[in-house]
């Protein structure tokens, strides 16, 4: 994917969250084994053409069982694909039990957007995702004001090191503000990064960062031999 470099490039994001119901654990093996392979097949053919990161999440919060993480810069794309998810093999067999959409802008001059999403989002195995609504006071703050809150925040969270987080604006597009990914390779980092975060003084103008979903990066196949 090519794009003109004279502006940023709008990249939508989906965070799918989905559970399998027990109906599916009613089948007989071989109808299991058939209905995960096509789901795979049809996941794999859409994979070169879109941003796609899977997570195994049964066990770590009741409403759900695997997170799909897709990003594209065509909305409508993005929205085709996932409406694909319920369409074959075991994806019949998924209920969507949360989802949230945000957008984020690629650096100008950026001109292979796929590669760009490749190499900046899902490269860590544990994953923090939540909704973030501020708080009317935050929008009437100064720009110099709120840059001064997030100077000491990224500061933060600077000193934990290979913890990643990105923030995908929401404004239009779906209820909360916007989506927070946090990543990390150690999960007692992202607990304690975290935990840091939340005595900053900027969180005294968030007015929601509920629910939170801890998910853990797997391969497709790992996770619906899991599930099954």
Same mark, same amino acid.
């Given at each position: ?9 709008? $990249? ?13 654990? &009613?089948? @007989?093996?071989?109808?299991? /084994? ?40 065509? &909305? ?16 019949? #067999? ?6 949230? /959409?945000?957008? #984020?802008?690629?650096? +100008?001059?950026?001109?292979? $957007? ?15 995702? %939540?909704? &973030? ?9 100064? %720009? ?5 809150? $997030?100077?000491?925040?990224? !500061? ?12 995908? %604006?929401?404004?239009? /597009? ?5 989506? @927070? ?11 304690? +990064? ?8 900027? !969180?005294? #103008? ?5 629910? @939170?979903? &801890? ?7 790992? /996770? ?5």
């Amino acid at each position: 994917m090519t794009q003109n470099n004279e502006s940023d490039v709008n $990249i939508y994001s989906s965070f799918l969250f989905l559970k399998l119901k027990t109906d599916f654990r &009613l089948l @007989v093996s071989n109808e299991k /084994i058939a209905a995960k392979q096509e789901f795979e097949n049809l996941i794999g053919s859409c994979q070169e053409k879109i941003f796609l990161r899977t997570y195994f999440m049964t066990g770590l919060k009741k409403s759900c069982d695997i997170l799909f993480w897709r990003m594209s810069e065509d &909305l409508q794309f993005l929205q085709e694909i996932c409406s694909r998810t319920f369409s074959m093999g075991i994806g019949k #067999y998924f209920e969507q039990t949360d989802s949230y /959409i945000g957008m #984020y802008k690629a650096p +100008a001059g950026t001109k292979d $957007i796929f590669s760009f999403m490749q190499g900046n989002f899902g490269i860590y195995k544990y994953l923090l995702v %939540h909704p &973030l609504i501020k708080s009317q006071i935050w929008y009437e703050m100064t %720009h110099m004001e709120r840059e001064s809150l $997030i100077n000491e925040r990224a !500061k933060v969270l600077s000193a934990y090191g290979d913890i990643k987080e990105n923030f995908f %604006h929401s404004y239009g /597009i779906d209820d909360q503000d916007m989506v @927070v990914t946090r990543e990390s390779k150690s999960l007692e980092k992202l607990v304690e +990064a975290t935990k840091e975060l939340k005595k900053q003084r900027i !969180k005294n #103008y968030t007015l929601s960062d509920r629910p @939170v979903y &801890l998910a853990i990066g797997r391969d497709l196949r790992d /996770i619906l031999d899991g599930l099954s």
